[in-house]
């Protein structure tokens, strides 16, 4: 059986969202796109099979400027935001673990070092990890920390002009491979230093444990971890400088939800674009199934979504670029691109019938997939009540 | 009790999506949102219960070149097709019923005459209609041909260099009013003219009826009428000479439609307006309700469908300015931007308790509204068959 | 044009859940449905438009028993609760205000006299509410509180043996035509009454006045009005004494749910067998629209939705007749049937295309009155919230 | 971690709807629910991801009279049919794998046999299927015949008295393991047999190939087949006497789709449950997160999907046992309680956050298996056009 993935990127684009790209960022999707298309795509279900994928891959990211990919300097590409947001689009238009990995390295773990470490954090490891030398992760959720990550326990705590820490974190991307993880700790009292504070964790520090999730039936593409701290021993230039409070790593998950708010719309034409395809070509009662209202109606549905959810990415990235965006517009990003995407894919799995439970087609993966999309770096719940904080002024989280 | 209506225009912009507007269509807008508040919002439930607007609002909308606004020449404004959608916007932002006045007026009855019209045609009636002088109706639905106009039993059969038309006319916005009506017609075989054709009707013409709809529940700012021909005899210039077929009427369709897009956010505005407004000072349990997570989920979601329909309204101005706008992409905005607008005044109204259900407030009389609005100019069904006959090159209307 | 109303009450009916009736409760039904066709149906939209049934009607619903229907004693029918329901549900079949002036009769007004009230005011006020010739009406929400009841302001102070009511009550059913108010107040310290206390107060007594609601777009067959109570003196014996704080007002809401829970299954099925009738009979593309997917996919819907709705109120019956019923069951019923009612209601409106929206189908009317029945006697939060609570042991309501 | 699967099924039926069963179908609902629990649920996750569970334990459900169970003779349990379904609705509490294997066994091989086969089919076969002895399949769908069967293209030719087969089944589960096939195939003219008949094939027979689907991401705990037939020849007594036409599969499937109707109330019921269970136990932002509205929202309407589908379950579960039951009514219930059962699903693995997606709860399980269970026996789009045919009179399926 034909592997249909994501034919018809432009019949996707009814309203021809792409023509208000700039030539260079143009440019970048369209390389971005043929490497998906080359390299990522006849691997993937493999990849989601194994349960991650090849570590080679993250070097040749690195060689095509897709590592930390908006930021400026250290090796890193310097794309506007848009091209980044395309960029995401084009790789999660694959699968979303394979975006996931991106957004993990360029967003959480080099953005954190890139905004907020020393010089010399920055020039030790942004160049590897631009070059996909080096694989970074993020720590800041806990078993019992998700969606209120104050609650943190993973504890700091001086000892000399060294930090100890203890405690672990839960749904690590990346961890299983990571050769550095940004970490966030509570710290204690005293000595300049009080609150949630990010540490830059070689992985192969003594006391560093990653243990690797089992059992996940989404985003088997990419690999996560529970990170475990046993009196893991930090010199004290390991804290980043400029990060004091919740603020530093909220800025991080920003800077990811931005690239997911791109990404979902690649999953979601990747489903679209299937189902249209194999509803041209799937006949029953004697016709092609395209031409029945029902299917019709799904396939304007889901057309309608994706031209709404492209221009909602399109509008936060030149926000971005404007240097305006803020954290209650990304919400609204996350929380309607998201869910349509998984609504599309959901879709898109009707039209396919029986085949869209197998392997055969993308669709069934990138379904799974969005769930946990929906879930990380804030569930619908929680940016929900961040635009309602927003409009009415009123925190109603707890 | 206070009149809280659509007091937060840029609240309700949370992606600021009107700076990317120009200065002029600023202006523009920001002249039609003055009238609206000045001149309108304080009567428009006096005219919703009365079943209609004062005449002179018609000369005073002309004044302001509201009407054919985005046409060139014979005393029209000659703005922006985007301009033209800003002040749909505004004007459905008091009452869907203002907007299908000027809609009806522009889009229809003077886009007829302007596109397909004589020379001799454009100048008798457009700078009266752009004036405000006189009101025009545009006479394509009967009824038994909604959704499929070619089904029209309107008859017009030639007597010497005579048209005779016989045949009726349902759901005709202005039609009480009307001072000219296009109607459309089939033509019998020969002398040069088959198929559906135009003809500019002055209605005091003998054998022309305007009957007005009673017992409407929506839309009652606006009058309707069912017109009745009776051997209605005109002269040979009385036809469009540009227009054959019905590609004549749908492009009349498709204005009306693209005003329809950019109307609807106003009614939407409004509504989320009113509703954020109110929930800010209902209190419930010794609280604002506006801090119960239920209600800033509703709002959220009100917020976030406002956004995409704003935006899916901005390009389509765009493409319309660059003289791009294909019928397909206009289906796509009627179809969402219709569908965003009726679920959030829905929400609204139930943001607003008991309340929601008299005139003190603009929610339910905009809900009811916008039923009409969801069937006129192409159903959801019609429109899902549209894209979908786009993307998949099947048609499935019958 | 032909009034098309609820023609096919069996057809709606798919899965026989009426055979489950008894003997004696389908008599019942087809008495009531007899009525209802009768006398009520043809004049319905009279009534809409004049806003207010004629006090006759009261009468002669006294002469048929349907007043306090399922109370024992004093005049009343004594059915069992499923019966009640079912009338309820052929009331409502024509009008949700017609229920609604039931409800308020026998659930709301009846009820509480005849569950917490003194044998002298059962004898003095039931005989004449069963037989129409006294209308009584139920005073417990207020302007601030609505959801929240506990919040009410209106007070009774004792004055000597007197009490003396001061305060105002708001939306409230037959306001404007009631003879007798079981009105519900705090009562202050001391005496024997502390907290929120019920009284039978006769709508002559100095110092009570009702003034009409106006501008009402939804359930205008029903009157509703603003009680104000100024300095309203009562004799001691006007105070319901079986009923101590808030219990006692909400065990009449619970009867008047339960109501509500039957009734709205007759709205939804007129709209459902409305719109069933109109596809029949409603041409387009040269066919009956009732043979297009889309359309059978909405009726399909529609016919689901209304046997869900079916068989929840019989469960809710059966339950209540066997004395088993809990407030949290019938949240479960007043969430679900309101909402699934209005959806039908909603997309028999599209069915009926333009035509939906005036008066010559009931389907308008029915789809503005259940928005106030969506509001009253708990909105979908609540019941929502109360629900959760059953569930979870723990209140969220504020 | 706790495996917490399906703990309160008491709490998950509100309105008390198992009290409407008879005391026996109750015991029997004991006895499947405890064997559920400690035979299947233990074991469920690892027959998951081995795709497919042991041969033992179709021994062991034919013990426990779970095979063909509302048949009556032949060593099958004959209970009733509501029993039968509630059996469904256990084994498919634990998964809708078990429950498919049982549906085949005992709905479609077992039944087709039961009522369409000859005395010596049925004595040969129907003993060893009820003991487990035998396992049966049932070939219908083809790769190109799935929503409309009558397009099958496997034929059975006669070659003398015996018949020969060729062609291809596809979705056919415990295709590969079963003893015995029931397949449907076009018989040519002549012969008295034309049209399309039943076969009752043993596995062993050769030209005869189970070829098992890999890469299905849904319902792994069941096998699912492509079974090839390369010139298979059977002797005349293989075809089953009284099935002629479609008719006869056809019979079959709804069969099987009551038992689905019953069965996903199950799957609904272990992921609202688990759901309930975890929102107790998680604690965010200091609390409960069953505390917050936004989840108690979610909790009440699984709860009241939930009833609905339980009574809907039971109403369909009366008609059968009396007798009177249409495949229109058994299409209502195959529509509304999948699409409930996976919206519950879906919903319940919003509340297990990031848990949500691996194995450790069985949510994530029953919410991609519903996905197949959505699909076969009749997509949503077949019943919604089954039900529409049944209230127009007019097919609308091609």
């Keep these: 059986m034909t592997l249909l993935s994501d034919v018809a990127p432009d019949t996707a684009d009814l309203l021809a969202v792409d023509d208000e790209l700039t030539d260079t960022d143009r440019d970048i999707r369209d390389t971005v796109r043929s490497f998906a298309h080359t390299e990522l795509a006849p691997y993937i279900t493999e990849w989601f ?56 390295q360029g967003s959480l773990a080099m953005y954190a070092i890139h905004r907020w470490g020393s010089d010399e954090q920055k020039q030790r490891w942004l160049p590897l990890m631009a070059a996909g030398d080096a694989v970074g992760c993020f720590g800041l959720t806990e ?16 000892d000399g002009t060294d930090w100890v820490l203890d405690g672990s974190k839960m749904w690590i991307t990346n961890g299983p491979l990571a050769d550095v993880a940004v970490i966030w700790a509570q710290t204690d009292a005293g000595q300049g230093a009080r609150g949630i504070r990010g540490f830059v964790v070689p992985t192969d520090t003594p006391g560093f444990r990653a243990q690797e999730v089992r059992g996940k039936l989404s985003l088997r593409a990419s690999a996560t971890a529970e990170l475990v701290f046993d009196s893991l021993r930090l010199p004290a230039d390991a804290m980043l400088p400029g990060a004091v409070g919740l603020g530093g790593p909220l800025s991080c998950l920003s800077e990811a939800r931005y690239g997911i708010v ?137």
Tied chains: 1, 2, 3, 4.
């Design 49 to 104: 099979d194994a349960g991650g994928m090849p570590r080679e891959l993250v070097k040749r990211m690195g060689e095509l400027g897709l590592l930390g990919m908006h930021l400026e300097g250290y090796g890193c590409a310097g794309t506007t935001a848009t091209a980044y947001g395309v960029a995401c689009r084009e790789l999660e238009a694959i699968d979303s673990g394979l975006r996931s990995f991106v957004s993990t």
């Design 143 to 158: 078993p019992d920390a998700g969606s209120d990550p104050s609650a943190m326990r993973t504890a700091a705590r001086r």
């Design 262 to 398: 791109w990404g979902v719309v690649g999953a979601a034409r990747s489903c679209f674009g299937t189902a249209l395809s194999y509803a041209h070509h799937r006949t029953q009662f004697g016709r092609s199934i395209a031409g029945f209202q029902l299917t019709q109606q799904k396939l304007a549905g889901m057309a309608v979504a994706l031209t709404q959810a492209s221009l909602l990415a399109g509008r936060l990235g030149r926000l971005k670029d404007a240097g305006a965006l803020r954290p209650a517009q990304i919400s609204v990003g996350k929380l309607a691109n998201v869910r349509t995407a998984l609504d599309i894919a959901r879709t898109a799995r009707t039209i396919l019938g029986g085949s869209g439970i197998t392997q055969d087609y993308p669709v069934f993966r990138h379904m799974v997939n969005l769930e946990t999309v929906l879930t990380y770096e804030g569930t619908e719940e929680m940016h929900a009540l961040a635009i309602g904080k927003e409009l009415t002024g009123m925190s109603a989280f707890r």
